[in-house]
């Protein structure tokens, strides 16, 4: 089943969250991250965060996995993965 993905910003898209990765160095950029099962309900959650974007740009984005995958660079790969798989469905949203 394909997934489509979403991310809410806590404080703007240069905030960094957690420990650096143990190989890289890079920290997560401080975000919510959820997924959805249709493009439909994705797009609603996104437009719906319009409503409350701040100058701090904490507002909410459609992102690809691989895009998602580069807002978490503190993670591994596999930490990830496995963070997508255990993902609730946020459809209710």
């Not at 993905?5 to 143990?22: D, H, K, L």
């Not at 740009?57 to 591994?76: D, F, I």
């Amino acid at each position: 089943m394909k997934k489509y993905y979403a991310v809410q910003f806590w404080s703007g898209r240069n905030t960094t969250t957690g420990t650096p990765n143990e190989k890289t160095g890079y920290k997560s950029i401080a975000c919510d991250l959820l997924s959805f099962s249709s493009k439909e309900a994705r797009d609603s959650y996104v437009d719906k965060g319009k409503i409350t974007c701040d100058m701090r740009g904490n507002c909410r984005e459609a992102v690809t996995k691989k895009q998602a995958r580069s807002l978490c660079l503190g993670m591994s790969v596999s930490a990830f993965n496995e963070h997508l798989e255990l993902m609730l469905n946020a459809d209710e949203f």
